[in-house]
């Protein structure tokens, strides 16, 4: 594939963006380990695979082609670096200023930052030298962090902000309730939440306990009391697959006699002990969740005591996998069903929730990933979908809404995939 840069493109300080500047910050993600396994599902594993033809022209290769190449290099990992700002201050130790970066800015765009205070916020102004489409809003930004809660709540019952985000599902019922605040809620199919359990840790390496877990689930009451219903349902499907559309409702919903059953042939008749962990630092979810899971799962017999792990922490101990059985939330971000299996059934990042290692599924999504026969594509995705059923290393709850506050004066909010607010569209009357 051959790129070819937009002539004027300039960043904030001025300086020209070349092709060289795309090269270098390719080169970067293959140094970022996040950013490295997400382009490496798209074949971009290499530095050698991007080379300069001139200024403005930059070629990409792979070994075939893959249908995921173009779209990773769409997302915000290969984002733009000015190359030669970011080498002044790159050392020997850091070649691409990753430590630099983290508390400066060496990029472009349609907002110029003015201001940053750590936890506290950001000041962007309109950068007027932007080439790249219409920017709508002519104001400066201002983002303010609000940790806590009852704050969020108050500057969007108020009117204090344009936009509030991190509302909690209560806060979010009541706001419509009342009628004075408007509640935009979006639903990304690709997200989901999940009871996650370890299918490499006894007793979860038996699918008849998995199963017996997702039977015994209060999704309804889980669904109604945690997330006050702003979500579309996962549970109550289909066991019959019929298409190869995914996300969809597992065949799963609340039966105790199943459960039991299921446990009894497990060789777990009187139960077992287990921890189920949460994000600390999403308790107003998690924790009704946790309570509601433990008091059901108590009644066939399994005994589940709640963990409460640190934010800074539980990503490193689901990517390590060693947690039992936890709540997660994951979002696929390029748009395929193989995808999304390649990412949350497959490998050992710590988006494979369920830890679960399957010879056909990982045959079956190497062999999608460069699948070019629709029918045949298919048939393959469908065989995903009947092992994500069965084997059930993750109980999908709910495809949760994105809910937003919006003050009553502005207009274009737009929804993106990533979950990071788009600026560009917005107008304040």
Not at 85 to 100: G, I, Q
Not at 279 to 308: F, T
Request: glycine residues 8%.
């Amino acid at each position: 594939m051959v790129f070819h840069m937009r002539r004027g493109a300039i960043f904030h300080d001025g300086t020209p963006v070349t092709a060289r500047d795309a090269k270098w910050s390719l080169d970067r993600c293959m140094s970022v380990p996040t950013a490295k396994a997400q382009l490496a599902s798209g074949s971009l594993r290499d530095p050698a695979q991007f080379s300069v033809i001139d200024d403005m022209t930059l070629q990409v290769e792979t070994e075939k082609a893959d249908r995921f190449t173009l779209p990773n290099l769409a997302i915000v990992f290969p984002a733009i670096f000015n190359s030669a700002l970011c080498r002044k201050h790159a050392t020997e130790a850091d070649p691409f200023a990753l430590d630099w970066l983290k508390a400066n800015v060496a990029g472009g765009g349609p907002f110029r930052l003015a201001r940053y205070e750590p936890g506290q916020q950001v000041i962007l102004d309109r950068f007027p030298q932007w080439l790249n489409g219409k920017v709508a809003g002519k104001a400066r930004i201002l983002l303010q962090v609000a940790t806590n809660a009852s704050s969020r709540r108050a500057a969007a019952e108020r009117g204090e902000a344009d936009i509030v985000r991190g509302l909690s599902g209560r806060d979010v019922a009541d706001l419509r309730a009342s009628g004075r605040t408007r509640i935009v809620g979006v639903n990304n199919p690709a997200s989901v939440a999940y009871v996650a359990m370890n299918t490499q840790m006894a007793p979860f390496d038996d699918r008849r306990v998995r199963q017996a877990v997702a039977y015994a689930l209060p999704y309804r009451q889980m669904f109604d009391s945690a997330l006050y219903g702003r979500g579309k349902p996962l549970f109550g499907g289909e066991a019959a697959t019929v298409s190869a559309k995914w996300p969809v409702p597992l065949p799963y919903d609340t039966d105790l006699a199943k459960a039991k059953a299921l446990l009894a042939e497990a060789g777990h008749a009187g139960g077992f002990e287990t921890v189920f962990s949460i994000d600390a630092g999403q308790a107003a979810l998690a924790e009704p969740v946790a309570v509601l899971l433990q008091e059901s799962l108590g009644k066939v017999g399994i005994r589940v005591a709640i963990s409460k792990v640190p934010g800074a922490q539980i990503g490193t101990l689901q990517a390590e996998k060693k947690l039992a059985m936890f709540l997660a939330t994951g979002s696929a971000w390029l748009k395929s069903q193989d995808y999304f299996f390649r990412i949350f059934y497959t490998g050992k990042s710590r988006w494979n929730y369920g830890n679960f290692a399957d010879p056909e599924m990982e045959a079956l999504t190497m062999a999608t990933r460069f699948e070019t026969d629709p029918a045949t594509y298919e048939a393959k995705v469908r065989r995903m979908v009947e092992i994500a059923k069965a084997e059930v290393p993750m109980v999908a709850l709910w495809s949760p809404f994105l809910d937003v506050a919006v003050g009553k004066g502005l207009s274009g909010y737009t929804y993106m995939f990533h979950s990071a607010l788009e600026l560009r569209h917005l107008v304040k009357a």
